[in-house]
């Protein structure tokens, strides 16, 4: 029973020594990140943009979120809030420019991150090249740890596109 009991407390404490590590190189990590990511589609951009810009269809093709709720945000704008498997974020259009450029904002204020997507269409090779840049801040420092050195910062961005070329499979 003694060697069950020293192995869990030498486990709890490498795991807060871990965590603190983590929390340390966060710390030291900057805030703020830009990341961008591109696929070459087969549409034109006006199809392209009309898939990018239904934002309620998104769950049919999109893994990683199970439904779409769309908003009227008070300032009048486009909103929408996407529920995952651990989370909802709420968003706010806060650029369109229909079949060139569309941005999206996070607006929830307790996720520990925060930012936008911007959505850049271009013709190219007779089909358009989607664009999409991440302007972040991660203002939680262990997930500025995760998000620089485990998953990266263009995870969910490649995660988006890979689902959006598969839908076009």
Do not use: C
């Amino acid at each position: 029973m003694k060697r069950v009991l020293t192995f869990i407390l030498i486990l709890v404490v490498a795991l807060v020594l871990l965590v603190g590590v983590a929390a340390l190189i966060g710390a030291t990590l900057p805030r703020e990140h830009s990341a961008s990511k591109s696929v070459l589609l087969h549409r034109p951009r006006s199809e392209v943009y009309a898939i990018v810009r239904d934002f309620e269809s998104a769950p049919s093709w999109r893994t990683d979120i199970q439904r779409v709720e769309m908003l009227t945000m008070p300032n009048g704008k486009v909103g929408f809030r996407e529920v995952g498997d651990h989370d909802a974020v709420t968003y706010e259009v806060s650029e369109d420019i229909p079949g060139e450029r569309l941005v999206t904002t996070i607006t929830n204020t307790d996720l520990g991150y925060s930012g936008s997507w911007t959505y850049l269409l271009t013709d190219e090779a007779g089909g358009t090249r989607l664009t999409i840049t991440e302007n972040g801040e991660v203002s939680n420092v262990i997930f500025r740890f995760m998000s620089r050195y485990v998953f990266g910062h263009t995870a969910t961005i490649d995660s988006y596109l890979a689902s959006l070329v598969n839908r076009e499979s």
